[in-house]
């Protein structure tokens, strides 16, 4: 069985590392092998990737990691030749349409895995497993379930922010309208930062952060498989930000607003004017927090808490991100995932296994007990 990593570049090689590691044969396809990505992969060097190549070098069995960009035309090459694919990212709606064919091929394509959505949502799915066995909420209950994340440096500086690659997925975030349930109210904002919001977070010790929604947050409730019966009171998924991140960031708003400017024209000098520097440190934070009130008073709350930064072993997001993909890509080869297109981890006690799995690539990762 080989892995096939698809454009992938320094950020990918902790979890790559892992499984060649453990003896799995591991081949690099790179989009744009830049010089400075080839000689940070090392032993690992990239070939250039054509769907004909990979087509032609994939074998019944074998696992291709789908980056955002190209994701549709490599799970489909990989269904096609009887291989599992692992999708980084988000659940595309698109993927539905090959469901048939994997099940008819009898292989798996994982979606919703990497830092985020990925480990978030694992997080999300543990919280979920723990109130149903908790035998709540009842029928005059609420909950509330915040699924927040951010990545930035370890010392924010004072944009609060910097770029390890252009980051064209976050201005186009930004850019479109973000929907959330706020005091058990549809909440639309044409500017996701509009409905900014202050959070605490129960890190060690406890941190502020600023809070905006991102994306359509109601679809948690298919992705989670949340009751229909639950009334949510709050229903948000968010991005994490250090304090003042809106005021500095607020020319750049000014400009994703104004529609004059491509998001990846934008994202494109960011990174430029902002770059990490060699060795600098980033950090990670996610707070995933479900709670349950009845008669307005708290019965139930958890949050499962994750900080990370980078050390010795290099970039925290990195080290999260790519060893997420490596979970899923051993869940797959083992025949642990559901045939067809599903949602990584499957089921609760697979998220409750690759959260323990991560814990060593994080600083702290905790569940919280409010009410205890």
């Known amino acids: 069985m080989t892995v ?13 590392r892992a499984l060649r590691e453990e003896g799995r044969d591991v081949r690099v396809w790179a989009t744009c092998p830049a010089p400075d990505a080839a000689d ?27 980056p955002a960009e190209r994701y549709l035309e490599l799970a489909d090459a990989a269904v096609g030749a009887g291989a599992h694919a692992v999708v980084q990212g988000a659940m595309h709606q698109d993927l539905g349409s090959l469901d048939a064919a994997a099940r008819a091929a009898g292989v798996s394509v994982v979606t919703v895995v990497g830092l985020s959505p990925g480990i978030d949502i694992a997080m999300a799915r543990a919280l ?18 915040q699924i927040l994340s951010g990545s930035f440096p370890r010392a924010p500086g004072a944009f609060r922010a910097k770029f390890a690659a252009s980051p064209v997925a976050e201005i186009e ?3 479109q309208a973000a929907r959330s349930i706020r005091e058990f109210s549809p909440l639309e904002v044409a500017r996701p930062w509009d409905a900014s919001l202050r959070h605490q977070a129960p890190l060690d010790p406890p941190e502020t952060f600023e809070m905006h929604p991102v994306g359509d947050s109601l679809a948690l409730r298919g992705l989670l498989e949340i009751d229909p019966a639950w009334r949510m009171r709050t229903l948000v998924r968010g991005v994490l930000r250090p304090n003042g991140w809106a005021e500095a960031w607020a020319g750049v708003l000014d400009r994703v607003a104004g529609g004059q400017e491509t998001p990846a024209n934008i994202a494109h000098r960011l990174f430029a004017d902002n770059p990490y520097a060699p060795g ?16 307005g008073a708290p019965v139930w709350h958890r949050t499962w808490a994750l900080d990370g930064w980078g050390d010795a072993r290099g970039r925290a997001d990195a080290r999260l991100g790519s060893h997420c ?10 025949g642990a995932m559901p045939i067809g297109v599903s949602a990584g981890p499957a089921g609760p006690q697979m998220a409750v296994d690759w959260l323990a799995a991560l814990d060593t690539q994080a600083q702290r990762l905790r569940t919280v007990d409010h009410l205890a």
């Open 4 to 16: 096939h990593w698809c454009a992938a570049g320094p950020e990918a090689l902790p979890g790559m």
């Open 325 to 334: 993909v490596a979970l899923a890509v051993r869940a797959a080869s083992a």
């Open 280 to 295: 600098e440190a980033d950090r990670v934070v996610m707070c995933v927090s479900l709670e349950v009130r009845d008669g």
């Open 128 to 145: 979920i497993s723990d109130l149903r066995r908790a035998g709540h909420p009842g029928l005059s209950a609420d909950l509330g379930l």
């Open 173 to 175: 975030a930004l850019a």
């Open 40 to 66: 940070a992969l090392g032993e690992l060097q990239p070939a250039p990737y054509a769907l004909e190549a990979l087509t032609t070098a994939l074998a019944p069995g074998d696992v291709v990691v789908c």
